[in-house]
Every structure is written in structure tokens, then in C-alpha cells.
């Protein structure tokens, strides 16, 4: 199974400011996946970003506010701009993997954003 | 949209007690999947289904996708502390596979 790291993993941000949180998988995966979930709720896909190629928002979500990077099959980066405390949340980053016949969706530890 | 339902919210157990957690879907899904995710975790893979009326077990976990591959259900028995966490059921959205997650049910134990 992918291992996934995360950083940082967690951080304490002033509104205004942003965040890049990495993202970086043990082997090459075509596409990555970010989620957030606020506190006690479940999860919501940000977007999918895919290597050399543009990230897929999701309804909500748009790539000023979050813009995503993917320079290589292993690694992918999402920022957090201009933070409010609404952004206050975990964000995952996850991989998807094909393994006897069956499709596995890998997370990484998360990133825990407060925003003061 | 397609929206992934989950009951209850919470499951409050005594331990060694059996719970059940059910999982709707509002259109047929193609297979179901289920992550768990302790305290302070992240949500980590249990199983995916796959076939109409499939049963699946792990140790004390039993898991069923529903006939109709509409609905699905996660059978604890002899709930221990270990249990603990929220499990979520996942299908995947129809016109692009990409998971849509229910809203989890949070399970305490109490020894």
C-alpha cells in the first residue's frame, strides 16, 4: 500500500496569510486527491490534481483559493490563500491505488490548519 | 447529486455489545468502501464490496452491500475500546468514479 506523508502537520496561521501544505507519496500514482474535513464533520474533495495537467475542482472550490500544484507522479502541493478562520480545518491529501482487482484509497496524516 | 447517507450519527456502546451501522445510497453504486478513522487519525481503508448481496468479514467486523447495491451495513460484535472512531462508507459518484463519503457514524465505548 502507498505511504503517504504530510507537512507540516499541523499549523497556527494568521487570517490573510497562506499555507502550502506537500503532499508526497512513496511511488507514482496518477492522480491525487485533497480533502478537507472540518472539525467532527466528514470528508469533502477539494479537487484532483493530476500530473501535467490542470487540478479538477470541485463545485465550491475554486484555484485562486486553493491553488494546487503536481510537478511529478509523487508529489503535489495545495495552498491555502488568503485565509479566514473558515479555513480552519484538516486537509488530506490521498492517493487511489488498484490492488487485486479492487480499488484502495490511501490517505496521508493530514495537515491540522488554525486560523486566528 | 448522488449523496451517501449514513445512521446513526453516533453509536454509543457498552462494551462487549454488538452495533450496526447502515450506509444509503441515492443511486446504485458500483461498490461500496469503508475507511475507519480513530481519534486525532486519518481515515485508513477497511474493505471494498463489490457483487449485490456480498458479505465480507474481518475478525468481529461483518460487512454487507445490499442487494440492490444501494445500501450497505457494518456489524460490530463484541464492541471493544479498540473500536473506537468514525467509520465512514464511500461510493463512487457515477459519472467519474471519484468517492462521495457519508457523514461517518462516531462510535465510543464504554467499559
Known amino acids: 500500500s502507498a505511504v503517504i506523508s504530510q507537512k507540516p502537520s499541523r499549523d497556527i496561521c494568521q487570517r490573510g496569510t497562506s499555507l502550502t501544505i506537500q503532499c508526497q507519496v512513496d511511488?507514482?500514482?496518477?492522480?491525487m486527491f485533497w480533502y478537507r474535513q472540518q472539525p467532527g464533520q466528514s470528508l469533502t474533495l477539494i479537487a484532483t490534481?493530476?500530473?501535467?495537467?490542470?487540478?479538477?475542482?470541485e463545485s465550491g472550490f475554486v484555484i485562486d483559493k486553493f491553488p494546487i500544484s503536481r510537478p511529478n507522479l509523487t508529489f503535489s502541493t495545495l495552498t491555502v490563500s488568503n485565509m479566514s478562520p473558515e479555513d480552519s480545518s484538516i486537509y488530506l491529501c490521498?492517493?487511489?491505488?488498484?490492488?487485486?482487482?479492487?480499488?484502495?484509497?490511501?490517505f496521508g496524516p493530514g495537515t491540522r490548519l488554525t486560523v486566528t | 447529486g448522488q449523496q451517501v447517507m449514513q445512521i446513526p450519527q453516533y453509536q454509543h456502546v457498552q462494551e462487549g455489545e454488538d452495533f450496526t451501522t447502515y450506509c444509503n445510497s441515492s443511486?446504485?453504486?458500483?461498490?461500496i468502501q469503508w475507511y475507519k478513522q480513530r481519534p486525532g487519525g486519518h481515515p485508513v481503508f477497511l474493505i471494498q464490496?463489490?457483487?449485490?448481496?456480498e458479505v465480507k468479514k474481518q475478525k468481529r467486523l461483518t460487512f454487507q452491500f445490499g442487494e440492490a447495491k444501494k445500501n450497505s451495513s457494518l456489524h460490530i460484535t463484541a464492541t471493544q475500546t479498540t473500536d473506537v472512531g468514525t467509520y465512514f462508507c464511500?461510493?463512487?459518484?457515477?459519472?467519474?468514479?471519484?468517492?462521495?463519503f457519508g457523514a461517518g457514524t462516531t462510535v465510543t465505548v464504554r467499559a
Open positions: 490534481a493530476n500530473q501535467g495537467s490542470e487540478a479538477t475542482y
Open positions: 464511500a461510493g463512487p459518484r457515477s459519472n467519474d468514479y471519484k468517492l462521495s
Open positions: 511511488s507514482q500514482v496518477t492522480m
Open positions: 490521498s492517493v487511489e491505488e488498484y490492488d487485486r482487482e479492487r480499488y484502495e484509497q490511501y
Open positions: 443511486t446504485t453504486l458500483s461498490n
Open positions: 464490496l463489490v457483487k449485490s448481496g
